[in-house]
């Protein structure tokens, strides 16, 4: 029997994809077991409010929070954002390690006092030109569509 091209390339693709299922599957189970075996995203949820509770994060009642476990990273990822008067400030944080991902810092009607900070590893820091650029960055992290 004669197979064409994409019959042979779909199978090998499929044997792959079936030899892969168990190492995929042990994976799991392994992020599972790391985390109590709670799912990670809600495992995340829960190292984000110990972390703001620990480290007294959130100051007033605006302030907001939000958590998301980045899969391709092994990474629970917060923000924090904090409004205060006319200043306003939002972090990127791995809520686990507590290393700091970005920083932003605005007044209200003075742009000239705007802080924009990404850190996408420990030895590398880059300024942004706003907070489109800043919450871009932070959507690449909590795996957002850009």
């Known amino acids: 029997m004669h197979r064409s091209v994409s019959q042979n390339v779909f199978r090998s693709t499929l044997l792959t994809g079936l030899c892969l299922l168990p190492f995929a599957a042990a994976a799991q189970a392994q992020r599972s077991q ?3 075996g709670v799912p ?3 495992w995340c949820a ?3 409010v110990r972390m703001t509770k620990e ?5 007033h009642e605006t302030d907001t929070t939000a958590t998301h476990y980045n899969s391709r990273l092994h990474t629970c990822f917060m923000t924090l954002e904090t409004k205060s008067g006319r200043v306003q400030t939002k972090l990127l944080l791995d809520a686990y390690a507590q290393r700091t991902y ?3 810092f ?9 802080k924009c900070v ?3 590893n420990s030895k590398e820091e880059k300024r942004c030109n706003s907070r489109e650029e800043f919450d871009s960055f932070v959507d690449s992290y909590f795996e957002k569509a850009q």
Do not use: R
């Open 55 to 59: 480290k007294a994060l959130k100051q």
């Open 106 to 114: 605005a007044m209200q009607d003075k742009p000239a006092m705007t």
């Open 46 to 48: 829960d190292q984000g």
């Open 102 to 104: 970005a920083s932003y």
């Open 40 to 42: 990670v995203q809600e």
């Open 34 to 36: 790391a985390t109590g």
């Open 118 to 120: 990404l850190m996408p």
